[in-house]
C-alpha cells in the first residue's frame, strides 16, 4: 500500500508558475514509477508526466518544455515544476504511484490538487 498526498495547488496567472508535490508513505516508494495526472472539468483524466525508478521521463506533448517531474527516493517525495502556464493547464492534479508485482498491478493515487490558471 502507498499514500499520496498532494500539496501546492492554488490560483495563478497565465504565464506564471507552481510547484506541486507529492508526499509518499507506506510501501517502498522507489519500487514504483511515479506520474502526474490532470482531469479539467467535463474531460477524461489524463497523463502529464510519469518518471521511473531511475528517473526516466515521459511528458505529453502539451508540457513538454515547460513542466519539469522528479522524484527525491530517498525523501519518498515527488514534485511537478510548471512554468508558462496556460489557461488551458487548469485541472485537477492528482499525483499517482504505480507498479507491476508478481503480475498484478497496483496502483494508487492521491487526492487531487486543484490548479487554475486565470487573469
Known amino acids: 500500500q502507498v499514500q499520496l498526498v498532494e500539496s501546492g495547488g492554488g490560483l495563478v496567472q497565465p504565464g506564471g508558475s507552481l510547484r506541486l508535490s507529492c508526499a509518499a508513505s507506506g510501501s517502498i516508494f522507489s519500487a514504483y514509477v511515479m506520474g502526474w495526472y490532470r482531469q479539467a472539468p467535463g474531460k477524461q483524466r489524463e497523463l502529464v508526466a510519469t518518471?521511473?525508478?531511475?528517473?526516466?521521463?515521459i511528458y505529453t506533448d502539451s508540457v513538454k518544455g515547460r513542466f519539469t517531474i522528479s522524484r527525491d527516493n530517498a525523501k519518498n517525495t515527488g514534485s511537478l515544476q510548471m512554468n508558462s502556464l496556460e489557461p488551458e493547464d487548469t485541472a485537477v492534479y492528482y499525483c499517482?504511484?504505480?507498479?507491476?508485482?508478481?503480475?498484478?498491478?497496483?496502483?494508487?493515487w492521491g487526492q487531487g490538487t486543484q490548479v487554475t490558471v486565470s487573469s
Open positions: 518518471i521511473s525508478s531511475s528517473g526516466m521521463t
Open positions: 499517482n504511484a504505480v507498479r507491476t508485482r508478481y503480475g498484478v498491478r497496483q496502483d494508487y
